[in-house]
């Protein structure tokens, strides 16, 4: 499957952006989806994920309500809409998806490691400032 994130910009402290990732190429209702970020000189940084049908999703620690992990398998593409954001939430956003149609994980232990993803996306840069 082939990852297109897109919505990244530049935005004032307590703004808001959706991000979006286009799938294209499999079935996209057999991937659990997935959002990470990484800022500069840091570790990739769980941020949310969702399951294959939509009815899961769970959030890294310091999101706290502040984000919300999406998907429209009639549309192929996941969304990550981010509210009262922070200059620490600049990074690069990436979107990762892993086939889990023979449900082979699930759930927060497994989706907050990187190398659980098989596929991701080009990233798209979210800065906000201060």
């Known amino acids: 499957v082939q990852l297109q994130a897109s919505g990244g910009g530049l935005v004032q402290t307590g703004g808001s952006l959706r991000l979006s990732c286009a799938a294209s190429?499999?079935?996209?209702?057999?991937?659990?989806m997935g959002w990470f970020r990484q800022a500069p000189a840091k570790e990739r940084e769980f941020v949310a994920a969702?399951?294959?049908?939509?009815?899961?999703?769970y959030y890294g620690d310091f999101v706290k309500d502040r984000f919300t992990i999406s998907r429209d398998n009639s549309d192929n593409t996941v969304y990550l809409q981010m509210n009262s954001l922070k200059p620490e939430d600049t990074a690069v956003y990436y979107c990762?998806?892993?086939?889990?149609?023979?449900?082979?994980?699930?759930?927060?232990?497994?989706?907050?490691?990187?190398?659980?993803?098989?596929?991701w996306g080009q990233g798209t840069q979210v800065t906000v400032s201060s």
């Open positions: 969702i399951n294959r049908n939509g009815g899961n999703t």
């Open positions: 190429g499999r079935t996209f209702s057999d991937y659990d």
């Open positions: 990762a998806a892993f086939d889990n149609s023979e449900d082979y994980c699930s759930g927060y232990g497994c989706y907050n490691k990187a190398e659980f993803w098989e596929h």
